[in-house]
């Protein structure tokens, strides 16, 4: 079962523009992670955040976490055509001995 | 580092067949989990090995299992297969066990069930 959703589905922005998708979980998680998967290919981690913390950058990405609200939002800024690709969020929560669930998905395309 | 690696790359099976997928993590990671991959479910967990032990099971049938060896690499295979079957089915490592740890992914295995 899915623990994540993400918003929107689907986004497509001009080069140069943000992009900002969120993450919504239904239990008290320990982490959230995002990955991008470029066109049915494998996962690749762009960053993790713990439940303590608030924010978190990583290059030309922010993400922050709201525990009490339960999400998180991932912003992109400046965005370049190879930003295009699916984008995860991912849990892993006690309550579910640590396994990782992933989120639904929101498909990023990023036009010239 | 070789990244993870997973064979093979795309597969075509029918019904009631049954697969073996090979995943090679990274070197020097002991912890391997497999996901499967379709447009209706989206990315589901399967199950984690860590030295040789299977320590975690997602919601799957029995005609899903796997196993890791000695050396970390990972094998999973799927008896009687079904339609439903049909999936991306990715792998992947990390130095250590449980999830809270980046998770490296491989490329991932196509399944076709005719």
């Known amino acids: 079962s899915q623990q994540g959703e993400e918003d929107p589905q689907a986004l497509s922005i001009q080069e140069g523009e943000n992009a900002t998708m969120n993450c919504s979980y239904k239990?008290?998680?320990?982490?959230l992670q995002w990955y991008r998967q470029n066109s049915g290919r494998g996962l690749v981690h762009l960053i993790l955040i713990r439940s303590n913390e608030r924010e978190k950058h990583s290059g030309r990405l922010r993400v922050t976490l709201d525990t009490s609200k339960k999400s998180s939002s991932l912003l992109i800024t400046a965005s370049r055509a190879a930003d295009t690709a699916s984008y995860f969020c991912?849990?892993?929560?006690?309550?579910?001995?640590?396994?990782?669930?992933f989120g639904a998905g929101t498909t990023v395309t990023v036009r010239a | 580092k070789a990244g993870v690696t997973q064979t093979p790359r795309y597969l075509i099976k029918t019904r009631g067949q049954q697969v073996t997928l090979s995943c090679s993590p990274i070197s020097g990671h002991r912890s391997v989990s497999w996901y499967q991959q379709t447009p209706g479910q989206g990315l589901q967990f399967l199950f984690e090995?860590?030295?040789?032990?299977?320590?975690n099971k997602g919601n799957f049938p029995g005609r899903f299992s796997g196993r890791q060896f000695s050396n970390s690499r990972s094998e999973m295979n799927v008896s009687t297969l079904e339609l439903g079957d049909s999936a991306l089915y990715l792998c992947a490592s990390s130095p250590a066990v449980g999830v809270a740890d980046t998770q490296y992914f491989g490329p991932g295995t196509r399944l076709t069930v005719l």
């Open positions: 090995y860590f030295s040789e032990t299977q320590r």
């Open positions: 239990t008290s998680i320990n982490n």
């Open positions: 991912a849990t892993d929560a006690t309550s579910n001995d640590y396994k990782l669930s």
